[in-house]
């Protein structure tokens, strides 16, 4: 069963910058849909970036054209990078996948960006 583990999570000041990083446990070659989510306490789980397996992406409004999503299908790897972070960015991030009709999550990288 494939599993994703997210990394690179943490403290930020407002303004600035951070690279998550999430590690499949097999080949994410074949897997069409890799994507981040973030869930902040108290507020229900949102779907921030997506990517297909020909690079097409999508972003939450909230996060376009600060949060960047790219994979790294060689080193079964996707990455999310963020910049001029907002407190209001604060929250758990999850890398997902959807395979098969199957998702799959990471048990999820804290990132608190503080004002």
């Known amino acids: 069963q494939l599993q994703l583990v997210e990394s690179g999570g943490g403290l930020v000041q407002a303004g600035g910058s951070l690279r998550l990083s999430c590690a499949a446990s097999?080949?994410?070659?074949?897997?069409?849909?890799m994507g981040w989510s973030r869930q902040d306490p108290g507020k229900k789980r949102e779907l921030v970036a997506t990517?297909?397996?020909?690079?097409?992406?999508n972003y939450a409004d909230s996060v376009k054209g600060r949060l960047t999503i790219a994979r790294d299908n060689a080193k079964n790897k996707v990455f999310l990078q963020m910049n001029s972070l907002k407190p209001e960015d604060t929250a758990v991030y999850y890398c997902?996948?959807?395979?098969?009709?199957?998702?799959?999550w990471g048990k999820g990288t804290l990132v608190t960006v503080s004002s």
């Open positions: 997902t996948a959807v395979d098969l009709g199957d998702q799959y």
């Open positions: 097999e080949s994410i070659f074949s897997i069409n849909d």
């Open positions: 990517i297909t397996s020909c690079g097409s992406t």
